[in-house]
Each structure stands twice: as C-alpha cells, then as structure tokens.
C-alpha cells in the first residue's frame, strides 16, 4: 500500500473522530460559544474617618488596600447556542472575588452568587430561570452618571440600604420583551420556595424603558418579602419596596444622568434619593465623571446626608484603566451613607472624606 494511501485513510480516520467529537451526543447540528470573561480591580483607599462598629463613633482614618474601588471583581463563564430560527439558548455564571484575600467578595457570598441562570432568546424576547439581576437594579445600573462604581457612586447607597437583595435575586424567573417603538418591558418573579407560604421570601419586580435619540428613560418597581428556603451568607431577602425614574442623555462624548430613587426598608429608613452628573471622554484614553446625591429619610428628615465624587480614568489599552476618585459625605442625625462598598460602607455623623487610586484589567 502506498504513503499516499495510509495517509488518505489517517486523514478520514481524524476526520471522523473530529465530526463525532462535534457531533455528540443526540447529533446536535446547532452552533454553540462559551467565553470566559472577568474583571480584577484592585486600589488604594484613604477615609479621614472610619465607623467603629462596637461604639457608632469615629475610629479614626484610615488606609487600606480595597478590591474594586471602580468595579467589582468577578469571573464567569457566559454561552449561547444557535437552535435555528433566530431561538438560542444562553446561560451565565458568575463569581465574585476578592484581589485582597482571594475570597468570595462582591456577590451574596456563594460561588456563584452574582448570576447563576439559564434561559431562551428570539424574537419573543428572553427568558431566564435562576440567579438573576432584578429589573429595578438594572434600572439604577443604568441611571448611576458613575456607572455605580464601587467608590462615591449610588452602588454604595443601594447596598448600605438593603446589602444585595434586589441586585442578586436567587429562585426567580424574567422575561424581557423584544424593543417596540422604542419601548422595552422586564418582569421578574422571584420564589421562596417555602412550602405553604408563597408569600416567604417572595420577591418581583418590572421596568419599563424608553428609549428616542439620545433619550433614555427608565422607571422600575421592587417589592420583597424576608423569609423563602434560599440561604446566603450576605443579607439578600432585606423586606422592602424600591421605586425609581432616570434619565440619561447622551451628547457626543457626553453623557448626563438624573434619577430619583426609593428604599422603603421595613422598619428602618424610607431612603429617597435624588442623584444626578454626568461623564465625559476628553479623548479615547482619558474620561472624568461627576455625581451628587442627596438622601432623605421619609420617616424622619432630621436623618439626610450628601454625597459627591469626582472621578478620572486614563486607559492604557482596551482592557486596563488607571483611575484615581475622591468623594466626601455628610451626614445627619442617624443617616449613616458611606464612601465605598468595599472599606467604608457606612460612615459617622459629620463630614468625612476619602480617596483612592487603583487598576483594574478586563479579560
């Protein structure tokens, strides 16, 4: 037998092995992806004053090395399958860490505890089924004029408020529909799971959002029960109701953002909040931010308190930005708004004030 015909037959025999490799099981024909993909932030954060947690006074300042002074740090693994006629399947998991000590951060403490869920999209919209964001979170996302980096920015007010319920909603089920006319619908059901209580740690919330030109409008609703079978090491069945309206209008290379927001938190503060700024790209490398908000207690308006940062990014490629942020809040009466998530959640009567320097890198 000749070289030529040994290799033909290895040839086919690779070949082979390769399409049954493919193939698999059930012949599935359907084109699919998975993408590994992360973040890592890592800073260097200073507050003039710091909480003491055992008295409620003034520990003094303070200097620490912070995860995710701009963005949380996290990895996951997203992917989509092509099942013909513009229906696929997705799916995402999603981990939180922290660049400090290497532990779970950034999530409700669980190995995947910031997205956990598979789903169905095509022209009728998407479904998900599983650890999700809820659309009132996405709704904040989108209205923060500091994109609620971790540092000075509405991410710190939402958690210090009521930690993650809401942001990582576990046992729940959403649809979004397709864009029409410029309109858009997200609904989410979360369960308890508790038998002969559907009403234990049940949790929905909707958006609606519009969208012309440069204008979007987003309004969205939170309504949450403590309770439910879903155990998390973070607090992420706080009982409360949450309402929001924002608008972003983008200009160019500017972007300018308002929002009102509210925390009815069951026995404890009815935050509202009034945030507002804007970002702008000086040029490809280089963006500066701004923000102000301004939160009153509802129950009793002797508690309010002001936050406003400042924010500068220099992009060295792509993936990694240099960022540098400085922020002061005052507070009054029991209002207790911090200058970070990470650090300096909540902070003392008074004035106080704080910065941080930081990379982070996107993979």
Do not use: C
């Amino acid at each position: 037998m000749s070289f030529e015909s040994n290799r033909r037959r290895i040839e086919i025999a690779v070949a082979g092995m390769f399409l049954t490799m493919l193939m698999g099981p059930g012949s599935v024909h359907a084109q699919s992806s998975v993408t590994l993909y992360g973040v890592i932030d890592a800073g260097l954060l200073y507050t003039n004053k710091s909480l003491n947690e055992k008295t409620g006074g003034n520990a003094g300042s303070q200097i620490s090395l912070t995860d995710g002074d701009l963005s949380a740090s996290r990895f996951g693994l997203k992917g989509a399958e092509d099942l013909g006629g513009g229906l696929k399947a997705t799916f995402t998991l999603e981990s939180g860490f922290s660049v400090a000590n290497g532990g779970f951060a950034n999530s409700n403490g669980n190995m995947f505890g910031r997205q956990a869920w598979i789903g169905l999209s095509g022209g009728f919209g998407s479904v998900k089924a599983g650890l999700q964001y809820s659309p009132f979170a996405l709704a904040l996302i989108g209205s923060d004029p500091r994109d609620v980096a971790y540092f000075g920015s509405g991410a710190g007010i939402y958690i210090d408020n009521v930690f993650v319920t809401g942001l990582f909603n576990q046992n729940s089920v959403s649809y979004t529909s397709p864009e029409f006319g410029g309109l858009r619908a997200s609904m989410l059901l979360g369960l308890g799971g508790k038998a002969g209580d559907f009403q234990s740690g049940r949790q929905y919330s909707a958006s609606l959002t519009y969208q012309t030109g440069g204008l979007l409008v987003d309004a969205a609703y939170y309504n949450g029960n403590a309770g439910g079978t879903a155990s998390t090491p973070i607090p992420s069945t706080v009982p409360f109701l949450g309402r929001t309206i924002g608008a972003t209008y983008t200009y160019g290379n500017l972007v300018a953002k308002a929002s009102f927001v509210n925390y009815k938190v069951a026995g404890a503060f009815d935050s509202r909040v009034y945030g507002g700024g804007a970002s702008y790209f000086i040029n490809p490398a280089v963006a500066v931010d701004a923000g102000v908000w301004y939160t009153s207690d509802g129950n009793d308006t002797k508690n309010h308190s002001i936050l406003g940062a400042i924010g500068g990014r220099y992009n060295l490629s792509k993936r990694t930005t240099l960022y540098a942020q400085f922020a002061a809040v005052n507070n009054h009466g029991a209002m207790n708004t911090g200058l970070a998530v990470n650090g300096a959640l909540f902070e003392v009567p008074g004035t106080a004030i704080g910065a941080t320097a930081g990379i982070r890198h996107l993979f």
